[in-house]
């Protein structure tokens, strides 16, 4: 489907981030680009990459280097404890404190 709508409406510019990276997103079951950045960048775990996405969600697409950069920013932030996580369930809570063990120490 994706090659069809490339021949279709983009025959001499380059593909929409969003068509690019569809069959990754379909794939994973990753559901907008910050839980794609966060799947990428953050930890290569679905879950994870689902609560991070919702949580420290970057705003607007604008390109994929800023996006890479944002993430890892928030990455570092959230690994050096300067991010306060609020208004977040249990369960949202026991997935980013298990998370944040993983990534502090691999």
Do not use: C
């Amino acid at each position: 489907m994706v090659s069809i709508l490339e021949e279709i409406n983009f025959k001499d510019e380059p593909l929409p981030f969003s068509l690019n990276v569809l069959p990754l997103l379909i794939k994973n079951g990753l559901k907008d680009h910050s839980t794609f950045y966060w799947y990428s960048f953050g930890l290569r775990n679905r879950v994870v990459a689902h609560t991070l996405g919702s949580i420290l969600s970057i705003d607007e697409f604008v390109d994929e280097e800023t996006s890479r950069k944002k993430i890892l920013q928030l990455k570092r932030e959230w690994l050096d404890n300067e991010i306060e996580f609020v208004d977040i369930t249990p369960e949202e809570k026991d997935i980013i404190e298990s998370a944040y063990m993983i990534l502090k120490n691999l």
